[in-house]
């Protein structure tokens, strides 16, 4: 039992080889550019937010259409900057967790540059209309199949540093990161390539991506984020993990539980009702790993919360878990025929969409990279203030736009449900949660510029101070 | 068992994997195989079980109009599924004829499924034959010149674009349409 390197039991904190053998050269390959990506795409975010006020804005130039920026902020977001953030975060963790050095930092900096390819030819193919046509699956195929190249280097790059670890009990984290590469792979082909088959059409072609789709965030961003979450929030708090039996109870849970739920997209709709109803069943037993995991979490921080006032990644660490909470308790709750009926397709949805992917994950992973790019740099990080600021940025922006979204999605479900009133009345009655929504995202925005800086300072600071050292 | 998969990574891959493939199998694969509806064009010839009509083929100027849709991202505000409420059988509806509902035989023939997460215009399930070209001409060049409040996105280069036009124009009327529904069968074209 206390051969893991978190030690389980930090009193004796892992026998933790020298840090100086991990150069972590892809690490900064790989975060550096995500969190450039975070601010870019955090461009188009906002336009996308500005065109629902102004509808005519940017609107006679194909290109800057809404229907093409759309999916370029979905996929910019989740690929070109979360899980690159994510991948990056791994190639940290898991060497520190193995006690032994990255199988091969080359394959890993060639597996950025691949990445780097990937997210730029989304850019220009997306916005000149070449997509798939498939949500969150829009790539274009020769982009997918490049992802899937970069994928199977990733996951090779870490399944061999695993093979080679140094402490044969396996760390929580581990556990999900290799979940998250193993499970990826197949949802990465179900949703872009299964619905490509002959013969898969319509209902099918639907249900196949809404496996896709749905565990896009069940099973490559919630197990990637909870690995950071279970590294970090030991880490940054300097406090064992409150229970590893719970541990395993969340993970298996996780990984008999999600995959069952894709058709709770479709309640309603044109697809078989005893699929709609599994859906159902397992979306209410999602409840389960997620508690064993908040709690798992919470209990860590027993006596603990003290740190919150001066830490800004346990902020966003603990923040996040209280999104994960209430983002998977809103996720089983829309899932029921009754509450369907009222926020499905509404306002409502990317409201508990961002809760998920900013509130939850996103927070959790700028909490690891706020964590590791001075540690990687062998320096501190610039400055804690300007981190604070982006936390209440991102916290208020959120929170914002969570509740604005949340308030005028129910009443335009509340509205839809009484066809009395013209469609069109129900579009006009928004139009103050959109301005709310813009205003939020210009503060969620001013967060992402002040963490930009406040990462790319540090960088550039640790670069001299090591380049001052060669010359000496 | 499980507590040994913390020690032996191959006995983790196969358990992860293992469980993954139990529901994803049955979530998947099974369902088409059980629900012949899937794969089916619709196709009924008697009133008695509610709505006539055939599911055809789209001709290649349909496919040209349907390929427009998926690159201007209509989706992405369209639903296209009149899904078992009231009000999506009222909402559906036109000139107080209530619509069918959407029934997976009507999208047999969809290359791209565009059923849709997001109703932020209405729902496009049914719009076939509600309006004809000369109102969408004006629908794309500003939406707001038909629709006040809309915040729709003018579409100047498919309106000006006769052949687009006609093309997308052919693909919306085609939506709906396998089930006759219209008591006076009064289409627009």
């Known amino acids: ?472 | 068992m499980l507590h040994k998969t913390d020690s032996n990574a191959i006995l983790f891959v196969g358990a992860a994997l293992g469980l993954f493939f139990i529901g994803g199998l049955l979530t998947t694969v099974a369902p088409p195989l059980i629900d012949k509806s899937w794969n089916k064009p619709f196709e009924n010839h008697d009133p008695s079980k509610g709505p006539t009509g055939k599911l055809v083929e789209y001709t290649d100027q349909e496919m040209r109009g349907y390929k427009i849709y998926i690159r201007e991202g209509c989706k992405y505000c369209h639903t296209q599924q009149t899904r078992t409420l009231a009000s999506d059988v009222a909402r559906s509806g036109w000139k107080g004829v209530p619509s069918p509902v959407s029934t997976p035989d009507e999208f047999v023939y969809d290359y791209r499924q565009t059923f849709g997460t997001k109703r932020t215009g209405p729902d496009l399930s049914r719009i076939g034959g509600k309006y004809n070209k000369e109102w969408h001409r004006a629908h794309f060049r500003n939406p707001r010149d038909l629709v006040p409040g809309s915040i729709m996105p003018p579409f100047p280069w498919i309106a000006e674009n006769p052949q687009e036009l006609d093309d997308l124009v052919a693909y919306l009327q085609t939506r709906g349409r396998a089930k006759d529904w219209r008591p006076d069968n009064d289409y627009e074209k």
């Open chain 1, 1 to 472: 039992m206390a051969t893991n390197a978190m030690g389980e039991s930090m009193a004796a904190p892992a026998a933790a080889a020298p840090p100086e053998i991990h150069s972590d050269t892809t690490v900064k390959w790989f975060v550096l550019g995500a969190v450039g990506y975070f601010f870019v795409v955090g461009i188009i975010a906002l336009i996308i937010a500005a065109k629902f006020v102004w509808p005519s804005f940017l609107g006679t130039i194909p290109y800057f259409t809404y229907g093409r920026m759309r999916p370029l902020h979905v996929n910019g977001m989740l690929f070109g900057w979360l899980l690159a953030a994510d991948i990056g975060l791994a190639y940290y963790i898991v060497p520190r967790l193995c006690g032994v050095k990255l199988w091969s930092e080359k394959l890993g900096v060639a597996t950025s540059i691949l990445w780097n390819i990937i997210i730029v030819s989304a850019i220009f193919s997306l916005l000149g209309g070449y997509q798939k046509g498939l949500e969150y699956a829009d790539l274009p195929t020769p982009v997918a199949v490049l992802v899937v190249i970069a994928w199977v280097m990733f996951g090779i790059n870490i399944f061999a540093t695993i093979a080679r670890r140094k402490y044969n009990q396996m760390y929580v984290s581990t556990w999900y990161l290799m979940g998250t590469i193993l499970w990826t792979a197949f949802v990465y082909l179900t949703g872009n390539f299964a619905t490509l088959l002959p013969g898969v059409t319509g209902v099918n072609q639907a249900n196949l991506t809404w496996m896709y789709t749905h565990n896009a965030v069940g099973l490559i961003f919630t197990p990637a984020g909870l690995a950071i979450a279970y590294y970090f929030i030991p880490r940054a708090s300097n406090t064992p993990l409150y229970s590893h039996k719970l541990s395993m109870i969340g993970f298996w849970s996780l990984a008999f539980v999600y995959v069952w739920t894709g058709a709770h997209h479709m309640l309603h709709g044109p697809i078989s009702q005893w699929l709609q109803t599994i859906a159902i069943v397992f979306s209410v037993m999602l409840l389960i790993p997620v508690w064993a995991v908040v709690y798992n979490f919470i209990a860590t921080m027993k006596g603990q919360w003290h740190q919150l006032n001066d830490n800004v990644s346990l902020k966003f660490l603990m923040s996040g878990t209280i999104f994960y909470l209430l983002t998977c308790f809103q996720g089983p709750m829309h899932s029921l025929r009754s509450v369907n009926a009222i926020v499905s397709k509404t306002d409502w949805i990317p409201g508990h969409a961002h809760m998920a992917v900013l509130g939850t994950f996103s927070f959790i992973t700028m909490a690891g990279v706020y964590y590791v790019i001075p540690r990687v740099f062998n320096t501190t990080l610039h400055s804690e203030s300007i981190a604070n600021w982006s936390f209440w940025l991102f916290m208020i922006g959120g929170l914002g736009m969570f509740t604005s979204l949340w308030l005028g999605g129910f009443w335009q479900g509340w509205q839809w449900n009484n066809p009395s009133i013209p469609f069109i009345d129900t579009v006009v009655a928004l139009k103050p949660v959109w301005m709310v929504r813009f205003l939020s995202g210009i503060l969620i925005f001013s967060g992402i510029v002040l963490f930009l800086y406040n990462i790319l300072s540090t960088a550039i600071a640790g670069g001299q101070a090591k380049a001052e050292l060669a010359r000496s």
